[in-house]
């Protein structure tokens, strides 16, 4: 089983207006709201991909019954700890320039962190963790290597996309795939990359220091894949840009749930491509059909 992590979901009330006038009535077009946070994302892009996962994290009030009743609907298992402060709203105002404005999201109290850990004890070999998106303050800083702690004691795999200490402290655990975009990698280094070359070199030190799997995306560029067996370009297909809003979170997807459908590190880096660009190429996630189609455009290249 695949278990998807997000610590600070939210709803993600989309409104688009025409003409914005600040300090006045506006008027809506269009709204829309979407269950919002990088591993609701991955759950949902597995999903598609007919992977069975279940979803946990927190979640609470009555947008958190939102986002769970969203998931059941699409037929996403999840097990979320229930918390007594509301699951936060964050507003994507789009008008002819975008801007946004996101909750800080419910303070999670010790009894409350303490229930996920203890989900975790369901963690079997064979199993995969994903952790995806930054923990909130009133977690601590360590609440990353506490779950990695469980999730190594049960023997089970996991995979974290986040940056600064918390992605450092988690390679040494042996993480079965990180996916910095290629700004997170430099950031991560302290060092700015203009090369490919350089992308590889950093790429291969998280390698060194623990991953297994290191994919680095680079939006409209592509992805590099690393691993001890080699390093592979794949070219993104070409397409209409409508919101690469979890991209990177789709090709988490496409490539955790290949790999476990699979086996096959290449077959796996296609449909993690394939799956961030049919996002970038949706208002919402990826679905099926458009990961399908894009998947023969993608070339794949030893480099
Ligand atoms: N503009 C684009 N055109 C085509 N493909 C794209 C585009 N943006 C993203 N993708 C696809 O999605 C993958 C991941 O995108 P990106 O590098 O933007 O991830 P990210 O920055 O981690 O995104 P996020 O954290 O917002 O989910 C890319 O490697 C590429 O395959
Ligand atoms: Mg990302």
Avoid at 28 to 54: A, H
Avoid at 207 to 212: K, L
Wanted: aromatic share 6%.
């Amino acid at each position: 089983m695949i278990y998807t992590v997000t610590l600070n979901p939210s709803i993600d009330y989309i409104v688009e207006v025409d003409d914005l006038t600040l300090g006045g009535l506006n008027r809506m077009t269009r709204d829309l709201k979407l269950p919002g946070g990088k591993g609701i994302n991955v759950s949902r892009v597995l999903n598609q991909l007919e992977v069975q996962n279940t979803a946990i994290g927190f979640l609470g009030g009555f947008t958190g019954r939102y986002i769970k009743d969203w998931l059941h609907g699409e037929k996403i298992s999840s097990d979320f700890v229930s918390v007594a402060d509301d699951t936060r709203i964050n507003i994507k105002l789009k008008a002819a320039e975008e801007t946004e404005i996101n909750g800080t999201g419910p303070v999670i109290r010790d009894a409350e962190a303490d229930a996920l850990l203890l989900k975790l004890e369901a963690l079997q070999a064979g199993d995969t963790l994903v952790l995806s998106g930054s923990a909130p303050p009133s977690l601590g800083g360590d609440f990353y290597s506490k779950l990695i702690a469980v999730c190594k004691r049960k023997k089970a795999e996991f995979v974290i996309d986040t940056t600064g200490q918390a992605l450092k402290d988690a390679l040494a655990l042996e993480p079965l795939l990180v996916k910095p975009n290629h700004h997170e990698l430099a950031e991560l280094f302290g060092v700015t990359i203009k090369t490919r070359e350089e992308i590889i070199t950093y790429g291969r030190r998280l390698m060194e220091s623990g991953a297994r799997y290191v994919l680095v995306s680079m939006a409209g560029e592509g992805a590099l894949f690393i691993s001890d067996q080699g390093v592979y370009y794949a070219s993104a297909p070409s397409g209409t840009v409508r919101n690469s809003v979890g991209a990177g979170d789709s090709m988490i997807a496409g490539f955790v749930g290949t790999l476990s459908l699979t086996g096959d590190v290449l077959e796996a880096f296609r449909t993690g491509v394939a799956s961030g660009s049919a996002t970038a190429f949706s208002d919402d996630l990826a679905d099926r059909a458009l990961i399908e189609q894009l998947k023969p455009q993608i070339e794949i290249t030893q480099v």
